[in-house]
């Protein structure tokens, strides 16, 4: 786990932002969840046989003998709040949630065991299109932040009936190379043959590489659908390749899937993924109920953003408060008060310790403000305060203390 220093918090803030206000422009509201769950959720929705829930949680019993887990992902938990609170059935909502996450994983460049994630999800849309939205979202999302150096892979993984055919025709041929699995494919073969598909093994690439594709046991309504998707993503001129191995590492997806990654951060490709989860609902006890959603790290959307020469704007005071000499700290405080309650989201950094006017002027300049407010006796006797600009050549001007929160409004616009 790892904490996040002021030079880089800035980065975080600035992204977080920018994606926040992209999902609530396509209409997505704010939900808050719990970051502690019963365990009982997590195994259910994710699914027992997985990496997550076999080796990675945060798992507990609190005083009571009850088995809880910090939440290793967001969906299942805005799913169970759905539930829980009355907001599914008939309904339709489009939320985004954000915050830490915990998986216990080997930490390596981008991964750490607390992590944070961007989760949106789309509860009670059954149709292609929410699910093109939400992967044009991602695409706009992209283009704002100036990154380039990533791609989309795409893929369906049909209803529950087309994929027991293909787990049919996988059992069959990993059964038939057996001897050329690793042990946990041996143990996934009879209890979730579609994990082996996502081995990270590298000694495995061949074997998976030669298993048979879930686009040939589509359903006629699945492939339609993915036909749909396709179609919306193509009108949009959103480029993507099919993946026909891409089966993502959770349990409960079902039709759409999709991830974009990157080229840029090592072995840590995947920024953004998601998909339908069409039958989560109805297996932690609800109606059914069609959903899809995506999740994204933004440890690893920092380090993309950086990769690709990204840089967030400095965050920064407009005015900093230099004054000197007897009488002046004390109007200084009350100044910046005046100033932040008349000046519509100015940014107001008063000098503190005293120092020298030319020390004060250093940090002023180190403070990246616009302006250096500058009171000293004589300006203070008179009414009035030096307005010196710090980023331009522009001549240091004289205002007065009653014009100086009018003079800053037109200054900063």
């Not at 396709?230 to 001129?237: F, S, T, V």
């Not at 300006?379 to 003079?407: C, F, H, M, N, Y």
Request: charge should be negative; proline fraction near 4%.
């Amino acid at each position: 786990m790892n904490d996040i220093l002021p030079d880089v918090s800035g980065t975080w803030r600035y992204l977080e932002s920018a994606v926040r206000e992209i999902v609530q422009a396509y209409g997505y509201s704010e939900i808050r969840v719990p970051l502690l769950e019963y365990t009982e959720l997590f195994r259910r929705s994710i699914g027992e046989v997985t990496d997550i829930v076999e080796k990675e949680m945060y798992t507990f019993l609190d005083r009571n003998g009850e088995s809880l887990t910090l939440r290793p992902e967001a969906t299942a938990s805005v799913v169970r709040a759905g539930m829980t609170n009355g907001l599914l059935h008939n309904q339709r909502h489009k939320l985004w949630t954000a915050g830490p996450m915990f998986r216990y994983e080997k930490p390596q460049k981008g991964r750490y065991r607390q992590f944070h994630q961007f989760d949106v999800e789309a509860l009670g849309y059954e149709g292609p299109d929410v699910d093109a939205e939400l992967i044009i979202m991602n695409a706009r999302m992209w283009r704002r932040l100036g990154i380039s150096r990533i791609r989309l892979e795409i893929n369906s993984l049909g209803v529950p009936a087309s994929r027991s055919k293909y787990r049919e025709a996988l059992v069959e041929y990993f059964t038939g190379v057996k001897s050329q699995l690793d042990e946990d494919s041996i143990r996934r073969l009879e209890q979730n043959p579609l994990r082996i598909l996502d081995s990270k093994n590298p000694e495995m690439q061949a074997v998976v590489e030669a298993a048979p594709v879930m686009l040939d046991y589509l359903d006629d309504e699945s492939a339609a659908h993915f036909e749909g998707l396709r179609a919306l993503l193509d009108a949009a001129g959103v480029e993507y390749t099919v993946n026909p191995r891409l089966v993502r590492g959770l349990d409960y997806y079902s039709r759409t899937v999709f991830e974009w990654v990157t080229d840029a951060l090592g072995s840590q490709g995947a920024v953004c993924s998601g998909g339908r989860y069409d039958g989560l609902v109805e297996k932690l006890g609800g109606r059914p109920t069609p959903a899809v959603g995506w999740a994204m790290g933004i440890e690893r959307l920092v380090a993309l953003f950086a990769a690709c020469g990204g840089e967030a704007p400095p965050l920064a005071a407009d005015v900093y408060i230099a004054a000197v000499g007897d009488g002046t700290e004390r109007r200084a405080f009350a100044l910046a008060e005046e100033l932040r309650d008349k000046v519509a989201d100015i940014r107001v950094e008063v000098n503190m310790g005293g120092g020298s006017f030319k020390s004060q002027m250093k940090r002023a300049d180190k403070s990246n403000a616009e302006y250096a407010l500058i009171l000293g006796e004589q300006e203070l006797a008179a009414g009035r305060i030096g307005v010196k600009p710090l980023r331009s050549d522009d001549e240091q001007a004289s205002v007065a203390l009653d014009d100086l929160a009018a003079t800053l409004e037109a200054k900063l616009k």
